[in-house]
């Protein structure tokens, strides 16, 4: 198994990278603690009386989302990377946006999607902002978002 570990993914690596006017140049979303791709396959019941006591199924069509878990950060951050005004008004702009959840390379705080590391991309629409300020602790804010097409895997 130790030969193996190399081909591990460690998930510190892997960003939701954003930009909403093309699939290059896309940047991290700041301060990112964790980053989650669901990707979910529909299905349609094709039960008959020939299928005894048990339901039988047939795919039908993918879906999927991605929500990212980020420390609230003041705009004009350095870098390469969007604040959480910008990912804001993004959000309030309606309008798909390039995604890629990818594993970073580059160093802080401008990552970049690394060219020799699989990743997935499309285009998102992003449905949901939710920010946190508790007591004594650092302000986060979620963002969630629901494909809009097809998802793409490369590397």
Known sequence: MAANQKFLVYGGDYMI???PSGSTNLQPCAF???AKLTVTLSTRDVSSKDSGDWNEYLGS???WDLT???L???SGVTGTTLSTKEV???FIAKQPVYIAFASKTGTSPSWTVSGSALKFTGQAL???MDM???DKANGTYTIAMKGNGVLSIAQ
């Open 17 to 19: 990278f954003i930009n």
């Open 32 to 34: 990112s603690t964790t």
């Open 61 to 63: 069509k993918f879906d």
């Open 68 to 70: 990212s878990d980020n």
């Open 72 to 74: 609230m950060n003041l």
């Open 88 to 90: 804001f008004q993004y």
């Open 126 to 128: 992003i449905t949901s």
């Open 132 to 134: 946190n300020a508790a």
